[in-house]
């Protein structure tokens, strides 16, 4: 279902909740709703399912206004982090409940639960309660429960927040496989930009009620469109003073800050480095091992500033002295933003 959100707008109280947002959605789309707790996530899903009225905007499904439709007119299905299932019902009654409720045949429940007990890997599990399946599998009964209508879009509320790391990785790449497979337009909100950069086709970002950019994971960890973006996606430490770092003398001017990420530096031993021009030079804080490389942090001057290390290149030591170049850096002021290579 094709999606189409314009000037949304919501108050509680005096309280800007939602400021203006809008976007479209392709069908068959996933988007991750991303953002800091409070930032007005859930309003924005919960509007859209009908829940929630706004003040002002436009919400049309496949060129359709549905804003007076009640809920169960959208033709919506909704995943909440708490699994809300119904405690009392089996598996199947549970994945049963919304075709029982649109007086489904017999027949036809039994046909459509069978088939989606098998597309998310249930099977074996019909006749047991809820309090009889792990996390993972709740979560999964809830998904086949959303599904079973055949709504035209799917509405996910942090679905995974309940559940333990390992688990919770297992269930994106299924959630990614399933939502290719039935090819339903779905929107999860989450605040893990592991999670939305892994499994979502594009990204909203949403800050204090606004949209601050929509774009796929790539583009949006390359081309942040605001300060904002830049800080909250990836790691990164900010400069006060983009100007004092050599190289950027003149591309900074007085109020412009920079955003280094991991991957805009090089740090290697004095000796091999000081051919290099534009270099600082630093002093190795720490080694983190992460698993599959090391994270070093280094000192320049009074800023921290972090890297990665693949494992076999782990020949720093803390206290080493080294140079570091800078190759390029986010810059950003009061008024804009844009990334410059060290020249
Ligand atoms: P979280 O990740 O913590 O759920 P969120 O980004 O989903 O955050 P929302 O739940 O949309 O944010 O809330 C946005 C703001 O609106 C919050 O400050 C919240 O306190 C406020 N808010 C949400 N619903 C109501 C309500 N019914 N009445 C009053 N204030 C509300």
Known sequence: MHVEVRGLNKHFGNFHAVKDVSFDIQTGHLIGLLGPSGGGKTSILRILAGLEQPDAGEIHFHGKRVNELAPQERGIGFVFQNYALFKHMSVYDNIAFGLKVKKSSKARIKERVTELVELTGLKGFEHRYPHQLSGGQRQRVAFARALAPEPQLL????????????????????????????????????HDQDEAIEVADEIMVINQGRLEQKGTPWDIYK???????????????????????????EAAGVGTRALIRPEYIDVGPSEEFALLSATEEGIVKHLHFRGSEWMVEVQVGDQRLMTYRSLEKSTLEPGQQVRVLVHRAYLYNEESSWMVENP
Do not use: C
Request: glycine share 8%; aromatic share 10%.
């Open 155 to 190: 509405l996910l509320d942090e679905p995974f927040a309940a559940i333990d790391a390992k688990i919770r990785q297992e269930l994106r790449t299924w959630l990614r496989e399933l939502i290719e497979r039935v090819g339903i337009t779905s929107i999860f909100v989450t």
């Open 223 to 249: 081309k942040p469109g605001t300060p904002f973006v830049a800080s909250f996606i990836g790691e990164s430490t900010v400069i006060e003073q983009a100007g004092s770092l050599r190289g950027f003398e």
